[in-house]
């Protein structure tokens, strides 16, 4: 099992910039794939990104290619999310979470860290 801890969220203008960081316990965090996703009021949760067990692959959302990064310290057991030029658009509540590759479903979530972008 595998607990889930994001920080880092916060308020911040249209443009700027914030990382997030999702420190999960135990010992197995490399054994997981990782993803972002977030939810704004209203709306119903959405992907925003993955990434697999060794890192060397990501996947994103179109929405935030090319602004989002996702990165992985295994050594560190913590997923990062760095948003650059971020938008209004991205204000959401935004959770990380884990899988077992060999399952199509995150089954590991945390409680969530508010990202707030002003115009």
């Known amino acids: 099992q595998v607990q889930l801890v994001e920080s880092g969220g916060g308020l911040v203008q249209a443009g700027g910039s914030l990382r997030l960081s999702c420190a999960a316990s135990g010992r197995t965090f490399s054994s997981y794939a990782m993803g972002w996703f977030r939810q704004a009021p209203g709306k119903e949760r959405e992907f925003v990104a993955s990434i697999i067990r060794s890192g060397s692959y990501t996947y994103y959302a179109d929405s935030v290619k090319g602004r989002f990064t996702i990165s992985r310290d295994n050594s560190k057991n913590t997923v990062y999310l760095q948003m650059n030029s971020l938008k209004p658009e991205d204000t959401a509540v935004y959770y990380c979470?884990?899988?077992?590759?060999?399952?199509?479903?995150?089954?590991?979530w945390g409680q969530g860290t508010q990202v707030t972008v002003s115009s």
């Open positions: 979470a884990a899988r077992d590759p060999a399952i199509q479903h995150y089954d590991y």
